[in-house]
């Protein structure tokens, strides 16, 4: 069970990570220019903050990741990582400064992706 634990807390970082980088790059400047980017790590604007957060949520969400597989089968843990797809993807949508649009087509495979993964985490029948 705690190997679930630690793979859920992997997800969650590495899709709090992956919402964070993408506002990051959105209010950071572009890397060609580079005394504003440097300007802006200098003065520690909320860009740079975001971007070193999510770069730390990534080495967390690896130490999670570590936990969880000597806990559980990599056949049972790593179909867990596809609910970061559900996760980011909704926090996209969900979070109006992503500016990210809706679309039935991507609900439509983002709901695909959540039923594999129901069907792939499901116990198994002892027979």
Partial sequence: M???VW???????VSGAQVMMKWAMVSLPPV???EALMSAFMSVTPGAVALVIG???YVFSMGCWYMA???IALSKAY???????????????GLPWLH??????????VSVIFVGL???CMPDKKS
């Fill in 2 to 4: 705690m190997g679930y």
């Fill in 7 to 13: 793979a859920l807390m992997s997800v969650l970082l």
């Fill in 32 to 34: 060609d220019q580079t």
């Fill in 55 to 57: 770069l730390f949520a």
């Fill in 69 to 71: 597989l000597r806990r």
């Fill in 79 to 93: 179909p867990l990582l596809s609910l970061s797809y559900v996760l980011v993807w909704a926090a996209a949508i």
């Fill in 100 to 109: 990210e649009p809706f679309s039935v087509g991507k609900l439509a495979g």
């Fill in 118 to 120: 129901l069907l792939v």
